[in-house]
């Protein structure tokens, strides 16, 4: 009995081993499986351009201007062919692109004519309670940079509280402009800061010395009566009228025109023709000091803003003039970029992202010599929030063993996409506090769905709706009802030259009732606008999108106004300076290069 009684304890004790070592193999078998199948985190190079049309890469049908890293990049990835801009100039469209939520969630979207930030001096600009990418990543321990253009704002209440800079928006490194590239700063063309607006402070401030010279000489030749008084009143009021805006406007190179490593302002003005290359450097600089850990970057391009910026070596070479110039330099930059990133041996473990912040502008020229780029077969351009030519961009995913190499979606995605994307791969979480309208690209990308997870998307100009994209999946249709257009001019030319750019409101603007209707994916020009005589379902279709848009209004709140009058306008005390106020002039570059001598 004592026998069998041990014999039992052992057979028992030998199952609870047996049992232990079978649950040690499988959590190590799961562990091992965990591991082949969570791949280790990718690196980040995001490139935005300025003002790139989506008809002026060659991916996407131009024959004539030579862009053949950015084609390769295609052939090795994913191109998007209805890739969709939150809006149609860079202030709102680039807020988008870092917050993944519309401009008009977080008040980045103007309800006056200027769309822009138009000061580094100013106090709007993408507020601190916005959460970026890059700081979502930058929780998750990537080293983060952004390199190039931001205008997004950089201080709120002194010239150093820098609340709007990249640095307090996630981004442990920035060298770059805190502003955009205007004609200003290089100072040869007509001014693209409100230039009627200069006109009109002018004509008046003739008017006003006019009026005292007229004074002036009444009293020397007494023609007529007037109190010394009076005039050296006028001529007072003339000089204060004409200082409130020359004081600004007339020194905008200086104001805004400058160059900044984190804080610290390194030039004041720029010096434009060493400004791509000492991006390119710091890019290339970055990727090298990072590449054993994760790193994103955020490339922001100058090109290919006008006044169009180009070094010698590329002048005369493309077929279109100095923008194609431009274009094909802003390539050459991208190949050198990507080639860093082969040389590193990062290729198979960065995602690589390509995309403009907007439509091609169409209205840029220098007397009869078109300054600005082309959006293919689509209507419009710059400034044109509803028509797909100021929206529609290029957008290229590159990630070698990961995505499929040669694929074209046609699907609707959009820049606000990246957000989510970014920080679903980074391993970070979308914030819960608030809407985000982006969604993540990466079942779509690698084919896993058929559909992009878009029903509908919202076209503003300002804040103003102006048309509403409606993916009908289960019949492929992809409606767009334009409540809004603005007047070209001359009509029917696409353009408006009168103004320089098309307006969001006003006496520019038709509205529509009921909207024009347009099916993209039968006429993506929009040439051949649809009636309930050419289609059996134009009121259900408008229906439906009308319910939309009031489902979408229902999710807005209230939001300080980053673009309004008072927080666009230039303040003194707000200025970025590396001197003494108003002495701001510094070239710490060429300091720093003379330096390493």
Known sequence: MMCLFHTRRSHDAYQEIQWSCRSIWLIFCLFLRSCVSSPPKPNFLLILADDLGIGDVGCYGNDTIRTPHIDGLAEE????????????????????????????????????????????????????????????LNQQGYSTALVGKWHLGVNCKSHRDHCHHPLNHGFEYFYGMPFTILNECQGTDDPELAKSSQDTYWLYTQMIFLAVFTLLFGKLTHLFSVKWKIIVCVTIFGVLYFLSWFSSYGFTKYWNCILMRNHEITEQPMNLEKTASNMLKEAASFIERNKHRPFLLLFSLLHVHTPLITTKEFLGRSRHGLYGDNVEEMDWMVGKLLHVIDKEGLKNTTFVYFASDHGGSVEAYRGNTR???????????????????????????????????????????????????????????????????????????????????????????????????????????????????????PEDSGVCFERRICPCFGDGVTHHDPPLLFDLSQDPSEENPLSTDTEPLFDSIMKRIGKAVEEHRSTLTPVPQQLSPYNNVWKPWLQPCCGTFPFCWCDKETEKASDML
């Not at 801009?85 to 917050?99: D, E, I, K, Q």
């Not at 070698?400 to 995605?413: D, F, H, K, R, Y």
């Not at 989510?420 to 079942?443: E, F, K, Y």
């Open 77 to 136: 990835g994913v191109r998007l062919t209805q890739h969709i801009a939150a809006a149609a100039v860079c202030t709102p469209s680039r807020a988008a692109f870092l917050t993944g939520r519309y401009p008009i969630r977080s008040g980045m979207a103007s309800s006056t004519e200027r769309r822009i930030l138009f000061w580094n001096g100013c106090s709007g600009g993408l507020p601190p309670n916005e959460t970026t990418f890059a700081r979502v």
């Open 371 to 489: 300054l600005g780029g082309w959006n293919g077969i689509y209507k419009g351009g710059k400034g044109m929030g509803g028509w797909e030519g100021g929206i529609r961009v290029p957008g290229i995913v590159r990630w070698p063993g990961v995505l499929p190499a040669g694929t074209v979606i046609s699907e609707p995605t959009s820049l606000m996409d990246i957000f989510p994307t970014v920080v679903h791969l980074a391993g970070g979480i979308v914030p819960q506090d608030r809407v985000i309208d982006g969604r993540t690209l990466m079942p779509l990308l690698q084919g896993t769905v058929q559909h992009s997870e878009h029903e509908f998307m919202f076209h503003y100009c300002g804040v103003v709706l102006h048309a509403v994209r409606w993916h009908q999946k289960d019949r492929g249709n992809i409606w767009k009802a334009h409540y809004a257009t603005p007047q070209f001019q």
